[in-house]
């Protein structure tokens, strides 16, 4: 199902979108969830599905770190905190894209 979106976004975005700032500067040690604490997980890959409006509308997982609470935790992140210029399609309008990013989260202190 998220190939089929993929593929439908690369069809009718011709352009974009492009992140405002760098998203793997959004995520912080700080925003470690507590209950992982003292533990370390792989990077996160997600789909962000990106409105006309330069906000994401939708996260999903394409590769689990292997804790739920993390993958859950950049997903609302993003969602939250990611801004992004949006696509354009062929016309040159505003339209849906996608993104996919991998996330490394930072080690958390202590």
């Given at each position: 199902m998220i190939g089929l979106?993929?593929?439908?976004?690369?069809?009718?975005?011709?352009e974009g979108p492009t992140p405002k700032a760098n998203?793997?500067?959004?995520?912080?040690?700080?925003?470690y969830p507590a209950s992982l604490a003292g533990r370390r997980f792989g990077p996160v890959s997600v789909l962000l599905t990106?409105?006309?409006n330069g906000r994401?509308?939708?996260?999903?997982?394409?590769?689990?770190s292997?804790?739920?609470?993390?993958?859950?935790?950049?997903?609302?992140?993003?969602?939250s905190r990611a801004r992004f210029v949006p696509a354009h399609?062929?016309?040159?309008?505003?339209?849906?894209g996608g993104i996919a990013i991998t996330m490394a989260w930072p080690r958390p202190k202590g």
């Open positions: 979106a993929i593929a439908a976004m690369a069809a009718a975005a011709v998203p793997k500067a959004l995520i912080s040690a700080e925003d990106v409105g006309p994401v509308l939708r996260c999903d997982v394409l590769r689990s292997g804790a739920a609470a993390l993958d859950a935790a950049t997903c609302r992140l993003m969602v399609d062929a016309k040159g309008g505003t339209t849906e």
